[in-house]
């Protein structure tokens, strides 16, 4: 992503160390390109000489700069060769045959004077799909798959004094990518989210770098914990000790663990050209037991506490080798009750919170400290998984970050859903073994997944399994299918109306029923207008087009219902007058449906919910689907609906009962809590009838109902002496099912999947049925409504009914009819209704405008608030567009900028006057550049979107790395919903 925007300035710090966490070994000199090494590259079919290509001084003036690490594509994109592929549908317009094909790379460097010791080493961290590795025309070795490293003793083959000839012959991962290619970058051949990338991301896809030792080395050290309770931890320190010498060696290992400052050391004996496997207890060292360890919690449960542990290896006097390895003492443990999986740790039961990442950006150009910020996103937005689907992030820094932010880690392996084995199975099993060894000391890592959506054909998926008993001892689930087993299943992946999230069961594709822990949920999410015009042409702006598509909003991303979500924007906001107008209108429509998934779940704790990922959390590839940030970083209305749901400590209303809770996703109780819910007209008026205050408790992992706001939830009874029409009938006309008489009734026949309908007379307003059910009830039914008695749409199901009286609501459907369509029976009879009810939908609670506010508030025992929330509502629930007439607000502004550290830091108080004409509504907060207007991206922000009574102010806290800035001057801009936007 090194030329999108100032985040090239500000967050790609390739750090000169190379390796920035686990790994981390002394001496290491970096080969990358961000460190000046200067790559070349050129398909092997252009490389006519390629005997030559070996000699120091060789003439590369026709081939092109390559950026190491990255990819082919992505080399000639930074070359300027190709245009911006981000930009337009540029990237569909690519010859993809100049790329799908083998390359060659190569660069010279000299041996750093500061390599005194006798071992010098190439390593190479990884390379995409395949590559032959040379130096000075001797073949090193071949790498096999993108996890696999190359560590290579160079001792004899490099020129200390001259300089050396590194090429890499770089061959194209296979196809179907999916899963015959496999291991490899799954989605680079396409998927509806991002397009196929020219060349499929080959490349030096990670980083290369030298490194000196002695004979004697440390290899895949491996630091485990257990916690027999919370207040001490025995740790044990493995590791393989390689002797590269011809003749056998005595030698020293040393560790020293901080914070702690514990220290051990053993001696070993290793055989000449041999290695010995090493394992240290508090059986060897008592001081491997560790009283009040400072343990590692996930955002929103503790500190994400690390320790380190620096190791090494001496022969005589000389330390030939050191090793730094960051761990965090931690204990995962899982549970499968009533079907769902459920996650504990340290003891502590977690609700997961979290998002999917289809990759870190789609021409794998996200490198070092972005990572760093890409994850405190997630942080922000009180999230603490983040599922690595497909396995397609797979750089270091992205553990690292996890592990410092407290983000948790789903991680998968490279399969997807196909009945079919990788080509090379070895190799695909070699890799999954590097990738265990390589990351298996990140505490974040809290699941291992291997098949998204499938189960991996044998015999992966017993292969698998022992491999992560065997490399990381169990110490992780092992999922074999990512939306099955003991999960609720994956998607959908559109916009719903926020009631959809809280009625039993938000459907999913696989998996079992009911909330549960769903893998994917996720919604269209379009992006602001500024960041539209970074990618669209302006030709293409207005109205909706093809080029909209190449941008995934349209048929290339159908699962995203961008249909339904446009008709959300109208429906809801009315008639967009223009691009602007429709990107701000979007954001409240993204801000609503991604808040209530969140919430809906929350709600739902108390029955069988255990935690949501989001598809996605963030964004490839410059789109209008599946993101919270976008790939400039812009927030979203997805985001900050998103941070304020998954609040730890939270407060939120149910639009489905008007049920007000209180969740609890910490490890601590909080007693003496004060609930309050006020609500307001569209003129800031409070109505006073609905206001309500309660205290309550809100113990550890609790979703826990304060009180019901009392709005109107069951209308009028459209149903009663309405003509019926039955399947079957056991005892008289089925109109007894309406006719006011509680005595009669309606009786099927003995079968599973009778019927009856109430016809309406007209086309009506519908959002809910009342069922009373005799002994003889359907334990599965659906509730459908239809225009025409022959085409039928389900608007509810259920497989748990129950004898008695049952209310159903639904979003409001215009329907003329409406049926109990039976599924199963509960009992050896028929279908035996009392009453069939029908309710009419968009009828006005009494005193409320067309469109109110909900504003709820969690005080502490102190008065000190903790948590807010503020809802908009309907009185025809889907219509807002009486926002449309609110009058435009003159909004205070005061803000300072202080100067940091590197960073700016904005301190601003935004207030409506109580001089105002009205509530200023989704008031969105930017940092802007002064003299241009620009954005100043990226940056974290405390709040946004959030909406203002009269005389009401609210702080925001921003920050951002001069850098974004540059020499220009801050501006703050705060703009309401009010100050409607000119059409273009």
């Not at 931890?233 to 056998?248: F, P, Q, T, Y």
């Not at 209310?807 to 369509?821: D, G, H, L, S, W």
Request: with cysteine; net charge neutral; proline share 4%.
């Amino acid at each position: 992503m090194f030329k999108r925007f100032s985040l090239s300035r500000f967050l790609i710090v390739i750090l000169t160390g190379v390796c920035s966490g686990v790994y981390a070994q002394s001496n290491e000199v970096s080969l990358n390109s961000s460190s000046g090494q200067q790559w070349k590259v050129k398909p092997q079919a252009d490389v006519t000489d390629a005997s030559q290509i070996k000699d120091a001084g060789y003439n590369t003036s026709g081939w092109v700069t390559a950026v190491v690490p990255g990819t082919t594509f992505a080399s000639y994109v930074a070359a300027a060769l190709e245009k911006d592929p981000n930009f337009g549908d540029n990237i569909y317009k690519v010859d993809k045959a100049k790329y799908d094909r083998s390359f060659w790379y190569r660069t010279e460097f000299g041996i750093p004077a500061s390599y005194t010791k006798k071992t010098i080493w190439l390593n190479f961290r990884g390379v995409n799909r395949k590559a032959d590795i040379y130096l000075n025309g001797t073949l090193l070795g071949t790498l096999d798959g993108f996890m696999q490293r190359g560590h290579f003793d160079i001792s004899a083959l490099a020129s200390r004094n001259g300089k050396n000839v590194l090429t890499a012959l770089v061959y194209i991962p296979k196809q179907p990518l999916a899963n015959v290619g496999s291991p490899n970058y799954v989605s680079s051949a396409g998927w509806d989210w991002m397009p196929y990338v020219p060349g499929l991301n080959s490349g030096i896809t990670d980083n290369v770098f030298l490194s000196n030792t002695g004979d004697v080395t440390i290899k895949d050290p491996w630091i485990r914990a257990e916690l027999p309770t919370n207040a001490r931890a025995d740790l044990s320190v493995a590791l393989e000790v390689k002797n590269n010498a011809a003749s056998s060696q005595a030698a020293i290992i040393k560790g020293v663990i901080t914070p702690g400052n514990i220290e051990f050391q053993k001696k070993v004996y290793v055989d000449a050209n041999g290695s010995t496997d090493v394992k240290l207890t508090k059986r060897d060292f008592e001081q491997l037991m560790i009283n009040s360890p400072k343990l590692w919690w996930p955002n929103g449960y503790g500190e994400p506490n690390l320790y380190n542990c620096k190791l090494s290896v001496s022969v005589g006097d000389e330390v030939s080798d050191v090793r730094n390895i960051k761990f965090g003492i931690k204990r995962y443990s899982y549970d499968t009750i009533g079907h769902v999986l459920h996650l504990a740790i340290n003891g502590t039961k977690v609700f997961i919170k979290g998002g999917d990442w289809g990759m870190s950006e789609y021409l794998l150009r996200c490198r070092g400290a972005e990572y760093d910020y890409k994850v405190k996103l997630h942080k922000e937005m009180n999230f603490n998984m983040i599922r690595n689907w497909i396995g397609s992030t797979t750089d270091e820094e992205f553990y690292d970050a996890c592990d410092k932010y407290g983000i948790m880690v789903w991680d998968d392996f490279w399969l997807n859903a196909n009945p079919n084995l990788p080509a090379d199975l070895t190799a695909f099993n070699a890799n999954a073994i590097e990738k265990i060894k390589r990351f298996r000391n990140h505490p974040a890592i809290a699941v291992w997944c291997a098949d998204n959506e499938g189960w991996p054909e044998q015999p992966l998926s017993a292969w698998l399994k022992e491999d992560l008993a065997t490399f990381d001892g169990g110490d992780r689930w092992y999922q074999p299918n990512s939306h099955a087993e003991n999960l609720t299943g994956s998607g959908p992946w559109d916009a719903k109306d926020p009631r959809y999230y809280f009625t039993a069961y938000p459907t999913g594709l696989g998996g079992n029923k009911g909330w549960g822990l769903r893998s994917e949920l996720g919604t269209a999410v379009f992006v602001n207008f500024e960041s539209f015009k970074k990618f669209m042409p302006k030709e293409n702006w207005w109205p909706r087009n093809e080029m909209w598509d190449q941008h995934f909003f349209g048929p290339r991303a159908f699962n995203a219902g961008p249909d339904s979500y446009q008709a959300s924007i109208t429906n809801g906001y009315g008639e967009p007058k223009g691009i602007e107008d429709f990107c701000r209108k979007a954001q409240f429509v993204s801000l609503e449906s991604n808040k209530a998934m969140f919430e809906g779940w929350q709600d739902a704790m108390g029955e069988d919910a255990s935690g949501l990922m989001t598809w996605m959390s963030q964004s490839a590839y410059p789109s209008m689907v599946w993101q919270t940030y976008d790939y400039y970083y812009d927030l979203t209305g997805a985001y900050w609906g998103v941070k304020k749901a998954c609040e730890p400590l939270h407060i939120q209303w149910n639009p489905l009962t008007n049920a007000i809770k209180v969740i609890n996703t910490t490890r601590k109780d909080v007693d003496g809590l004060t609930a309050s819910a006020d609500v307001y007209n569209l003129d800031g008026t409070l109505v006073k009838q609905y206001s309500i205050s309660k205290t309550i408790d809100a113990p550890a992992n609790s979703s826990g109902a304060a009180f019901d706001l009392k709005f109107n939830q069951y209308k009028a009874d459209l149903a009663k002496n309405k003509k019926v029409v039955s399947s079957s009938s056991t005892n008289g006309d089925a109109s007894a099912v309406n006719d006011g008489n509680p005595g009669t009734r309606w009786a099927s026949r003995y079968n599973d999947g009778e019927w009856v309908y109430i016809d309406l007379g007209k086309e009506e307003v519908v959002n809910g049925v009342g069922l009373s059910w005799e002994d003889a009830y359907a334990k599965s039914f659906k509730i459908q409504v239809s225009n025409d008695a022959n085409h039928w749409y389900d608007v509810y199901s259920t497989t748990e009914g129950r004898q008695g009286e049952q209310k159903i609501t639904f979003p409001e459907v215009n329907a003329r009819y409406v049926k109990m369509q039976g599924v199963e029976r509960a009992t050896y009879w028929g279908y035996s209704l009392y009453n069939f009810e029908v309710y009419e939908g968009d009828v006005a609670s009494e005193g409320l405008s067309a469109v109110h506010f909900i504003k709820l508030k969690l005080s502490d025992n102190t008065g000190k608030i903790v948590s807010d929330n503020f809802y908009w509502r309907g009185n025809k629930r889907k219509d807002y567009t009486a926002l449309n007439n609110l009058p435009k607000v003159d909004l205070k502004v005061d803000y300072k900028t202080v100067k940091a550290d590197g960073k700016y830091y904005i301190t601003a108080q935004v207030t409506n006057p109580s001089s105002s004409k009205a509530v200023a509504f989704g008031v969105r907060v930017q940092a802007v550049k002064a003299s241009t207007g620009e954005q100043i991206l990226p940056g974290i922000m405390s709040d946004n979107y959030f909406t203002l009574l009269k005389g009401e102010s609210k702080t925001v806290k921003i920050e951002f790395d001069e850098a974004a800035l540059g020499k220009d001057a801050v501006k703050l801009e705060a703009e309401a919903y009010n100050n409607t936007v000119a059409g273009r």
